[in-house]
């Protein structure tokens, strides 16, 4: 039954749709991250205009489903322009626009617990508030949400799976192969399930090890529920 | 003896608490502490007393009168409630629980019913009663406290000193054996102590069976018939309240008594 | 076909959409309430569930719904050759580890004192939970149940793998029909998920804002 795990040739798509898995997914959250933050300093600083626009951005992202944004990214996006544009950079922008969706919430709740005195505090100090952000309410806040990322890591990597279906070589897609060669359809869907599982699980054990060591005391996150 | 209503023998109860994050920081380490809260105490309650054990905070009265309801419960020893052995293994504590009042000192009404529904509860899950009899039983026990103006209200609605008074009528609605009240007052302003002491007194006065842990010394003088000062685990000392306000024997009482006197007379 | 045509056919897809995802809901309370329940309060028996948990987050949905159905289907025709059945197993298994971490929180919230004052009145353990701590703990976790809902909504999508014509697969089908358009069937689809979205989650999180301040949780 799981005699294709011995196969060299299997192995390699394996390892090559897992690849692709892990890219597009850690490309995504570092995205996600950046424009995620930058939207929350928006949400918090901006006018009632940017503020607005920052809500649609985040109802789109958050309202409809990756699967359906990918297609928009996939077919509709490259239609209108009339252009050919590369599927794995259309991927990589669709996971992290996403992310900066969930992002800027986590970024945003972070921030506000950490802002009222402590920019008070910095402003105190000569700082301006574009640098006491920077070096006081950032270090603090990226800190606290590592566990919110954590998350956003966990969802993303699942939502992968659906790169099989706008034709990129992902790990559903390497499945779909040796399936197709092998008819072992139930044990290659248990290995692939079960590659997930370890590198999402073994990912977050890193995360939340990482988060114990970084964690201030007496500064967490109270994320409603 | 038929009216021993409840009685503890030799109960021993210890726990670990780590120590306060101040302290371990400095020495870098969380080690854990073992806290004697209840020593080998016997006490015997007999229907109609009103007993009231006082003592330094931390001391482990709190601890000890849980430990009567079996809400903690204990390493070693044994809780009567009448007959009924309720630290034998297989005995029923929900019924026996059912028989005991409890007031806490955080007050603990259930946040997402109203002062009606907090007394209704028991009544009608625990007693089986139909509707309208838990109705009216539990409408008479807020009207005893003097409640009546919220009893639609939520716990968040209430001032202390109501939902305080709400508790003590979730704790007598059922008819218990004996109410239990861990320092009901202590968590409210100074300024609400006064409503809830005048329940508790009109409870004496109908000769409610009645363990307080307590501060308020001048209701204690009042109504106790007997004072128990507890430290350190321990029964140090039991009497009747003239002896506690004249000359206790032991001198930890003394010094106690001494401290809370003046305390209450400087407010 | 003009865009009220291809509206009216998407809208075909919108009832197995809310089918799909009502009932997964329904699977996921029953199996997370009882689970959060244990992993509070049965402290020998957590690790089973926390197992469950990490399997249902750590597998995604795609791969789960192809395991049962081409996997598992051939082997057990009931009921796992039903593609609805399929999916709203796999998203309502998902689902309940996802509501067992949202009541757990929720649980915590709450706080252990509401239990201890149950008991004290005279009820076991698990009638405490069930009058004083089920009621406060849904309460206390509407938000997360609304986001819970659109999350089932925006996964309904994937049963597209196992074939069932909901909103998503009703898109790719319009795309579909020569000469194709690539634009207004996507661009409709994720107008309207939105739809669907917004106003549920927008509107339990305000019901519980209201119903939290009321009961001071």
New interface residues.
């Given amino acids: 039954m799981f005699e294709f795990l011995l196969n060299p040739i299997y192995q390699g798509w394996i390892v090559q749709g897992l690849l692709l898995t892990v890219e597009i997914t850690l490309f995504g959250v570092l995205l996600g991250l950046i424009l995620g933050t930058l939207l929350a300093i928006g949400d918090i600083y901006g006018g009632k205009l940017a503020k607005g626009a920052i809500a649609v951005y985040v ?2 992202f ?8 990918l ?2 990214a996939v ?2 996006v ?3 322009l009339n252009v050919q544009i590369d599927h794995y950079f259309l991927a990589f922008l669709v996971f992290g626009l996403n992310s900066a969706g969930y992002q800027k919430g986590y970024m945003k709740g972070a921030m506000e617990t950490i802002l009222g005195d402590q920019m008070q505090a910095g402003l105190s100090t000569g700082m301006s508030k574009v640098q006491t952000l920077r070096h006081v309410i950032l270090p603090q806040a990226l800190r606290i949400v590592i566990p919110s990322w954590t998350n956003e890591f ?1 969802s993303l ?6 790169l ?2 706008v034709g990129l070589f992902d790990l ?1 897609s390497a ?1 779909m192969a040796i399936k197709g060669i092998t008819y072992q ?2 044990p ?3 290995v ?2 079960a590659i ?2 370890v590198w ?2 073994g990912f977050s054990k890193i995360m939340d090890m990482i988060y114990e060591r970084k964690k201030i005391p007496g500064i967490e996150l109270v ?3 | 003896m038929t009216d021993l209503v409840m009685e503890a023998r030799n109960v021993y109860k210890a726990y670990h608490s780590k120590i306060k994050k101040k302290e371990a920081d400095s020495c870098g380490e969380t080690p854990k502490q073992v806290v004697e809260a209840v020593k080998n105490v016997s006490l015997q309650i007999r229907k109609g007393d009103i007993k009231l054990i006082f003592g330094p905070s931390g001391s482990g009265k709190s601890t000890f009168l849980r430990c009567m309801a079996m809400l903690d419960i204990p390493d070693k020893g044994e809780i009567y409630l009448g007959a009924e052995c309720l630290t034998k293994p297989g005995a029923d504590l929900n019924k026996a629980r059912a028989r005991i009042g409890f007031v806490f000192q955080h007050i603990y009404l259930f946040r997402h019913l109203t002062a009606l529904g907090n007394v209704e509860l028991a009544l009608r899950q625990v007693l089986k009663l139909p509707k309208e009899e838990a109705r009216k039983r539990a409408l008479a026990a807020l009207t005893e406290v003097k409640v009546t103006d919220c009893i639609n209200k939520y716990p968040a609605q209430m001032s202390g000193g109501q939902a305080q008074r709400v508790g003590i009528a979730r704790a007598i609605a059922r008819n218990p054996d004996i109410i239990l009240l861990d320092e009901p007052t202590s968590a409210l302003d100074p300024e609400l102590t006064g409503e809830v002491i005048d329940t508790l007194r009109d409870l004496a006065k109908e000769g409610t069976t009645m363990l307080i842990v307590s501060h308020e010394m001048p209701f204690a003088r009042e109504v106790a018939e007997e004072m128990i000062f507890y430290d350190e685990g321990k029964i140090v000392e039991t009497g009747p309240p003239s002896l506690f306000f004249n000359a206790p024997n032991t001198d930890r009482a003394k010094q106690f008594m001494t401290r809370i006197i003046n305390r209450t007379t400087r407010e | 076909m003009d865009v009220w045509q291809q509206l009216t056919f998407l809208l075909g897809g919108v009832p197995l959409t809310l089918s799909i995802s009502v009932l997964s809901f329904l699977i996921g309370i029953a199996i997370g309430l009882p689970l959060a329940f244990v992993r509070a309060y049965e402290k020998e028996v957590a690790f089973l569930v926390s197992a469950y948990e990490k399997v249902f987050r750590g597998v995604p949905e795609i791969v789960l719904m192809l395991l049962f159905y081409f996997g598992l289907g051939p082997i057990f025709p009931f009921p796992f050759s039903n593609a609805f059945f399929v999916a709203a197993f796999v998203l309502g298994l998902r689902s309940g580890a996802n509501q067992s971490q949202i009541y757990r929180g929720a649980i915590r919230g709450v706080g252990d004192e509401q239990m201890i004052a149950g008991v004290s009145i005279g009820l076991s353990k698990w009638r405490a939970i069930w009058h004083i701590m089920v009621p406060q703990v849904f309460n206390y976790s509407t938000a997360g149940l609304g986001s819970e809902y659109a999350l089932l909504i925006k996964d309904s999508a994937y049963v597209y793998v196992i074939g069932l014509a909901e909103l998503m697969t009703k898109a790719i089908q319009l795309k579909s029909i020569p000469p194709g358009d690539f634009v207004t069937p996507f661009v409709l689809s994720a107008v309207l998920y939105i739809a669907l979205t917004f106003p549920i989650a927008f509107s339990l999180d305000r019901w519980g804002n209201k119903r939290k301040k009321k009961i001071g949780l």
């Avoid at chain 1, 990597?157 to 659906?162: G, L, M, Q, V």
């Fill in positions: 109802e789109i958050r309202g409809s489903p990756l699967f359906v944004q297609f928009l077919y509709t490259p239609a209108i966990c990597t699942k939502s992968t799976a659906t099989a279906y559903v499945g359809i139930l290659v869907w248990i692939i399930g997930y599982l999402i699980t994320m409603q529920s």
